[in-house]
């Protein structure tokens, strides 16, 4: 009684004091007042398995994170016009991470911001300003970023692509414009790439870049296929475009095999985008490009960032780092994340509902879909909605927003799964889901 007191003040003085574009998540709002690791807790110290939050990498409130940063926040904390080590050591092991070839950092404080100098750098670096993106990709909230992000100039409120944003269809061989069942479909996405270079030069200008995610989060956990962006990359390169990879949800071991998704397409970018994971909730964001691409964007204005790369945020970005690689996640978000791929591709053979499993590692989701691949909008609702009741959090997402997506911390552990699992099963034979 007192929590939903609480949570009605809380949505009172929200709608007073806030600002109105923004949707609260959960048809009954929660009130999360703590996190630990893989969990949240809320007023009434309900605990709920968290399988949205990305950003919370090795787990909300990591000790160790916690502790880097208030150390660091007790000593010194400014901006990087003065000599700090703390800087340098976080450039040296985040770049240790990557191929040899990207070797130069940016420090900033979001995606959006990242992706907002990954575009200066690559308008800097062509003299051109024509970007192709894919369809329904999102780069972040700035004027910049919307102008590439088809989510949100296709989405509501948005008002279509601008004159140089080129989309091409999402590479979703599920539900996309080409499917599984035919055998050129990937040839034929590619195709899509090689008509929008066409038409950028007719007009007799030049490429700027080309931006995706290694896998596609907001279309619905698409993975790429096979080969599509080693395709994409040399379309790109042969008319001097740079090849931005957003790897701002998918990035840091998240994808198990790999400690980078783009890893997995056998590709290297010239800019690299990370975000959301790299602070582990602390605001901070990466952008890492090769030594050309870095010089000749320093040779043209110059870019100062007042909280980027500050000590308090370079101690919590390499406490990160640090214990992925000491606790192993990247080999758990590998092991536990292709197990839950598995068991939820079992439960697809009982459970028609579910149209596709997809991901990698602790980077998945599945999809509901109707009557053949009619798309199960309001059944997702209602799921992630009936999930939330029984402890567990996951959102939905894709243009028909019939897609659970699961992303959790990667700290989630198969005791966590089973839980997820015996919590789904009971769900989908509620006869909402059933019929
Ligand atoms: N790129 C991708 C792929 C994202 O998902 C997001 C945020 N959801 C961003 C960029 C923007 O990041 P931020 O919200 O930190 O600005």
Redesign the pocket.
């Known amino acids: 009684e007192g929590d939903k007191h609480d949570a009605e003040k809380i949505i009172e003085q929200r709608k007073k004091r806030l600002g109105r574009s923004l949707s609260i998540s959960y048809q009954r709002p929660l009130h999360i007042v703590r996190g630990f690791k893989q969990y949240l807790y809320d007023s009434t110290a309900r605990r709920y398995l968290d399988m949205v939050n990305n950003v919370a990498h090795v787990g909300h409130e990591h000790p160790a994170v916690v502790r880097a940063g208030q150390e660091q926040m007790a000593v010194l904390n400014t901006n990087t016009r003065y000599l700090h080590e703390e800087l340098v050591h976080f450039a040296e092991e985040l770049t240790a991470t990557l191929p040899k070839e990207l070797s130069v950092c940016h420090f900033v404080n ?6 907002e100098l990954a575009l200066r750098m690559v308008k800097a670096n062509t003299g051109s300003r024509d970007m192709i993106v894919l369809e329904t990709g ?4 700035t004027n910049g ?1 919307i102008d590439i992000s088809s989510y949100k100039f296709d989405g509501k409120g948005g008002k279509g692509a601008p004159e140089c944003t080129h989309v091409v269809p999402t590479p979703d061989l599920f539900r996309g414009l080409y499917r599984s069942d035919d055998a050129t479909a990937i040839k034929k996405y590619i195709g899509h790439v090689e008509q929008a270079l066409l038409s950028i030069t007719e007009r007799g200008r030049g490429l700027a870049g080309f931006i995706a ?1 290694s896998i596609m ?2 279309a619905g956990q698409i993975p790429l296929p096979q080969d599509y962006l080693k395709e994409v990359y040399k379309i790109v390169r042969s008319i001097g475009g740079l090849c931005i990879a ?1 790897e ?2 998918v990035g840091m071991g998240r994808v198990g095999e790999k400690f980078w998704g783009f890893e997995l397409h056998d590709v290297v970018p010239d800019i690299v ?1 990370i ?2 994971p790299l602070g582990n909730g602390h605001p901070l ?1 990466a952008v890492v490009t090769t030594e050309a691409v870095a010089e000749r964007f320093a040779s043209g204005m110059e870019y100062f960032n007042t909280f980027g790369g500050n000590p308090v945020s370079c101690a919590i970005g390499r406490a990160v780092l640090s214990v992925v690689r000491e606790e192993g996640l990247q080999q758990n978000a590998l092991q536990v994340g292709e197990n839950l791929i598995r068991e939820l591709k079992q439960l697809q053979t009982q459970y028609p509902i579910i149209g596709d499993v997809r991901g990698n590692g602790l980077f998945s989701g599945f999809e509901l879909v109707r009557q053949g691949l009619m798309p199960a909008t309001e059944e997702a609702v209602y799921l992630s909605n009936r999930m939330r009741d029984k402890g567990v959090l996951m959102s939905t997402d894709g243009p028909d927003n019939n897609v659970l997506k699961l992303k959790p911390p990667i700290c989630f552990s198969a005791t966590d799964m089973e839980f997820f699992l015996e919590k789904l099963e009971e769900v989908l034979k509620e006869d909402f889901l059933k019929l």
Do not use: L
């Not at 979001?110 to 992706?115: K, L």
């Not at 999102?138 to 909230?141: I, L, S, T």
């Open positions: 979001s995606g959006s911001e990242a992706n999102y780069h972040g909230n970023c995610e989060s907001c957003d701002v949800q985008t975000g959301k964001a």
